[in-house]
């Protein structure tokens, strides 16, 4: 007989009342990925409607009181984000009412609620003990980084409409702060004390965290201060981060809205992956640092032409695309690569690519199973443009003490979402009491901003002899006319285009893709639908070549073209670029199920 696997025991089992039905009884059961929800009253169902709950839809849960002081009874909910056409918040609350007394009730919910916080938060349930709240660890604090002009302009309504709820019902603690400007946040990083927080979340496109990372990395304390993990909420028309983000965590492929709440459900979650970083080196020697691609050609001519129409959001970018192949060009340079250790970029038959006599091309791997400074105003200095009842919009216990924001974004009382007919209204169950509140702090920049010849931080470039001097007899060097060359560090280069579907966050390489002159536009085409499930490998288009690598040269040999990193335009000329291995952390979340992600 198969023992059952540590997913499926039983950690707590027990009946309840379901609110706010009057004599509803269900009985709970609680496993290490899922909760289930079986009705015992007033009809028995073995298979009721909605009766699993999987842990990873669920953002948080706490205990709520009766506001009757006569009432017996306690309560606990758990917030959920169900997976359908579009997700919708449901929230389940449950009557402890088995005890004589409101305490023993009440320490009843508290168990169940902070079991349920231990699974989320991927904290040891203990064997030996009682589950009480003092188990919980302290709650971490988030500095989140909004540009309000992210994507069609609308991030900063999603933020408050949909972010700040889910981490309130994670019981996260946050500093909310509107940027104004572009290097607003690379300002900021630079200038903060950073042993007051456990994450730095942009709640953008790609390009705030690309500044955020540099800002972090352009520190005379740069060693520790990249440290500190950062995350990424999707709220920008370029998303591609937060595409990779979204298949580590076991989703299915999302756009918009669906592609933000996942994330969010992540963040909530908690856990950290390493995340590696391409140093990047321009032709006057200035210097930056990239955690998502380098692009010249095709992909960088789109992606800054298509600026003019940022108002249409990731839309932009087919429109983009249509204006690209129509006047389609092709660059002649020369391209230079170490290539990767065989162990680490060993073949795939899925992926199988074409290989040039000329060129070694490599197959991917396969996927394995002080008080404020005038640099920034925190949002409890603006102005909200939204019609809330609370203007604040930091989390208690945060470094900046100010109103508590609710799970629902109105007040605390939760008659209007949960109350029923001849029910006291119910409010939140006051466990335990946030550490009291210190002010954000900003220490004056160290550094000034960018990076100049002579000044740089950041690692050592080892594998990469200065720019404009001979290569190492190890490396590769191919020439010719190419319509598009693409180095990825992560898998996707939009939410929805997975270039490198072999690529993980922490794999060490650079992952070289090049389209040869002489592809014609129906074929250019079609290989950027097969990208968008990762399929473009499998066409074996003979101008597609592809080579993991470990560093790489790219020289144009020609003034027209463009060359972008991260999505934002530099300097024209020679670029080369290494990876640092795991050199930044990212808050990713548990990993999901390999199986459902997308191949």
């Known amino acids: 007989m198969t023992p059952p696997s540590a997913a499926s025991i039983p950690l707590l089992h027990g009946e309840f009342g379901s609110y706010p ?21 007033p009809k028995p169902e073995a298979r009721p409607r909605g009766g699993l709950v999987p842990l990873a839809e ?9 506001r009757s002081p006569s009432y017996l009874a306690a309560y606990f909910c758990v917030y959920t984000y169900p997976q359908g056409r579009r997700r919708r918040r449901t929230a389940h ?43 919980l660890p302290r709650k971490p604090r988030l500095l989140l980084l909004v540009n309000p002009f992210g994507g069609r302009g609308l991030a900063w309504q999603q933020c408050v409409n949909h972010v700040l709820p889910m981490i309130s019902e994670a019981e996260l603690s946050f500093n909310l702060i509107q940027t104004e400007r572009q290097n607003h946040a690379r300002e900021l990083v630079q200038g903060l004390k950073l042993s007051e927080w456990d994450g730095i979340v942009t709640v953008s496109g790609d390009g705030l965290l690309y500044e955020v990372l540099n800002g972090l990395l352009d520190r005379s304390d740069w060693k520790e201060a990249v440290k500190v993990p950062v995350g990424i909420l999707p709220c920008g028309s370029g998303n591609a981060l937060a595409g990779a983000l979204n298949q580590f965590g076991g989703f299915q492929p999302a756009m918009g809205l669906d592609l933000l709440l996942n994330c969010t459900l992540l963040l909530c979650r908690g856990g950290s992956h390493p995340l590696d970083l391409l140093s990047v080196t321009l032709a006057s020697g200035a210097h930056c640092f990239s955690f ?38 092709t660059y ?14 060993s073949p795939n038959p899925a992926h199988s690519l074409p290989r040039a006599k000329s060129e070694l091309t490599l197959a991917p791997a396969p996927v394995p199973p002080v008080p404020h400074s005038p640099l920034h105003r925190s949002v409890s200095d603006l102005p909200l443009p939204l019609p809330l009842a609370q203007s604040a919009l930091v989390s208690p216990g945060s470094p900046e003490p100010l109103p508590e924001l609710t799970p629902n974004g109105r007040g605390p009382e939760l008659g209007g979402d949960w109350g029923g007919a001849g029910d006291a209204p119910l409010s939140p169950d006051p466990l335990l009491h946030s550490p009291p ?54 898998s996707h ?39 968008e499930r990762g399929a473009h490998f499998s066409l074996r288009c003979p101008h597609l070549g592809y080579a993991a690598a470990r560093a790489f040269r790219l020289e ?31 808050l990713s979340g548990p990993p999901g199920d390999p199986s459902l992600s997308p191949r």
Not at 312 to 323: H, I, N, P
Not at 332 to 343: H, I, T
Request: proline share 8%; glycine share 8%.
């Open 21 to 41: 039905v009057c004599g509803q009884r269900v009985a709970l059961t609680l496993t290490a990925k899922a909760l289930h929800i079986q009705q015992l009253r």
């Open 58 to 66: 669920v953002s948080g849960c706490c205990t709520l009181q009766n």
């Open 556 to 586: 144009p040999l020609t003034r027209r073209g463009m060359l972008t990193v991260d999505g934002e335009l530099v300097e024209y000329g020679p670029i080369q670029a290494q990876v640092h291995r795991g050199l930044a952390t990212l």
């Open 93 to 135: 609350t449950f009557l402890v009412d088995g005890a004589a007394t409101y305490e023993e009730n009440r320490a009843e919910a508290q168990r169940w609620a902070t079991a349920l916080k231990c699974l989320l938060r991927g904290v040891p349930l203990p064997g030996d003990r009682e589950i009480t709240p003092d188990i």
């Open 493 to 531: 280069l939009g939410a929805d285009l997975v270039a490198a579907p072999h690529a993980r966050f922490d794999d060490g390489l650079v992952h070289l893709c090049w389209v040869r002159a002489g592809i014609s536009r129906a074929r250019l085409l079609r290989l950027f639908l097969a990208m």
């Open 437 to 490: 509140s210190t002010p954000i702090t900003e220490m004056p920049p160290e550094t000034p901003l960018g990076t100049r010849e002579g000044c740089r931080q950041g690692p050592p470039d080892d594998l990469l002899p200065p720019l404009g001097s001979p290569l190492p007899p190890e490396w590769v060097t191919m020439e010719g006319d190419f319509v598009l060359v693409l180095a990825m560090s992560p």
């Open 292 to 329: 998502l691609s380098v692009a010249w050609g095709f992909v960088s001519d789109v992606d800054i032409q298509s600026e003019r129409f940022r108002a249409l959001g990731s839309a932009r970018f087919t429109l983009g695309t249509v204006l690209g192949l129509a006047t389609l060009h």
């Open 332 to 345: 002649p340079g020369r391209l230079s690569y170490l290539p990767a250790d065989v162990d680490s970029a």
